[in-house]
C-alpha cells in the first residue's frame, strides 16, 4: 500500500466534484513546472489510486476512474490499484478522446486543474471535445488541494551554484552563449520552465 492512498480518498473527491457540478475530473501525475520527477505534494494520482509509476492520467467521474498510462507501466498499475474500483488503460494519443466519446455523455463539464496540464494538452482536448458537446472547464484551486488532509509540504531548499569544475563553464558563459544563439535566430527570449534549468 502507497504511503499516501486510502480507499476512501476516491469518494471524498467525488463528492467533491458533485459539489462543484462536475462530471468528470482529469488528474495527471505532474505538478506545475511539467518536472519528470514531481515533489509527494503533487502525487495526487497516488493519493486517489495507489498508483505509484512515474507517469500517468487518471480520469474520475462518477462512475469510472480509469488510470490512462504507457505500456512500461500498465502490469504495474493494475497490480497496485483496485481492480473494482479502477480500470487502466494503456494512454495512446487517442486512447483518452476515444474513452471520453465512449463513455461521457453529450454536455457533459470536465475540469481540470490548469497548473497541471501544458496549454498544448488543453488546446488538443478542447478541439476534440467540442465535437462532442463537452465543456472542458478550469478549476481553481484543485478540490484535490483541500482534500489532501496530510499533504506534504514543499521542500525549501536554498539555491546555490553548480561548481563550475562540474558544469564546464560559468553561467555568465552559459548566458552569453545563450544570447549568441537568439541574436542568431532573431529571437528576443528564451522561456525555460524547468525549476533545474
Known sequence: MGKFYDPNNLKLFRAALEAKNLDGFL???????????????CRFVEWLSNFQGSTGMLL??????VLFTDGRYTIQARAQTDPQVFSVEESDPFALNTWLQEN???RSTLGFDPWLHTMRQIETL???????KITLAPVAP???EGLWQDRPISAIIPAYPHPEEY??????????????DLKAEKLEAIFLNAADS
Open 27 to 41: 488528474v495527471p501525475l505532474a505538478d506545475a513546472f511539467q518536472n519528470e520527477y514531481i515533489p509527494d505534494r
Open 60 to 65: 474520475v467521474t462518477q462512475d469510472h476512474a
Open 104 to 106: 461521457l455523455k453529450p
Open 126 to 132: 478542447q478541439h476534440h471535445l467540442k465535437t462532442l
Open 142 to 144: 484543485n478540490p484535490l
Open 167 to 180: 558544469a564546464g563553464q560559468s553561467s555568465a558563459e552559459k548566458r552569453q552563449a545563450i544570447a549568441k
